[in-house]
């Protein structure tokens, strides 16, 4: 539950809160941020794809078919962008920001792709966290080995795991961790 590409951005925000510069933050101020990050990426956005799905009589396995993930992408699209622009008005840190931001690129191109073939949208959301992980390496100056060790062998674990559930081929998780990974690093070191 922790891997699905929801809750990605409040573990982001949670390492950095935790191995940043950002931890000296007031406790009051950082969690009112994850609870904002938890509203935005992950209530919000499975409220609304759960009521969407039981407005179609969809179940779990119908809405997994390429051609009804559109409408879940842009809901959980515009549920990020709008989490952004609170945060943007709130005048939030880049670092902050910068995490919905990639979250953003990365189901955008991830919708652009499911248009002709399905892609894993799970192994791009942990691509992203492995791409942001090693940006902030650069610029806040720390080792990432451990990190990237452990986050190699999750994004194993969910690959192997969406294969299992027959979700997706090798080469839609590969893509996607490949998506996602570009993505995390070059938003991070651009912004």
């Keep these: 539950?922790?891997?699905?590409?929801?809750?990605?951005?409040?573990?982001?925000?949670?390492?950095?809160?935790?191995?940043?510069?950002?931890?000296?933050?007031?406790?009051?101020?950082?969690?009112l941020m994850v609870l904002l990050f938890y509203l935005f990426s992950v209530l919000l956005p499975t409220y609304l794809i759960h009521v969407y799905s039981k407005y179609e009589g969809w179940t779990t396995k119908q809405l997994i078919n390429r051609e009804r993930r559109m409408v879940p992408y842009v809901i959980s699209i515009l549920c990020y962008f709008l989490g952004f622009y609170l945060l943007t008005l709130m005048n939030t840190p880049d670092f902050i920001s910068v995490i919905f931001v990639v979250a953003i690129i990365i189901q955008v191109l991830c919708a652009a792709v499911n248009r002709w073939w399905k892609i894993s949208i799970h192994s791009a959301g942990i691509g992203g966290v492995t791409g942001m992980v090693v940006a902030f390496s650069f610029i806040l100056s720390f080792d990432?080995?451990?990190?990237?060790?452990?986050?190699?062998?999750?994004?194993?674990?969910v690959g192997t795991a969406r294969m299992v559930l027959r979700q997706h081929s090798l080469a839609q998780i590969v893509c996607g961790y490949l998506i996602g990974l570009a993505s995390g690093f070059i938003i991070v070191m651009v912004i």
């Design 1 to 31: 539950m922790v891997t699905t590409p929801f809750y990605l951005p409040v573990l982001g925000l949670i390492f950095l809160f935790t191995f940043s510069y950002l931890s000296i933050f007031p406790t009051m101020y950082k969690l």
């Design 144 to 157: 990432p080995t451990w990190w990237l060790c452990m986050l190699l062998l999750i994004a194993g674990l």
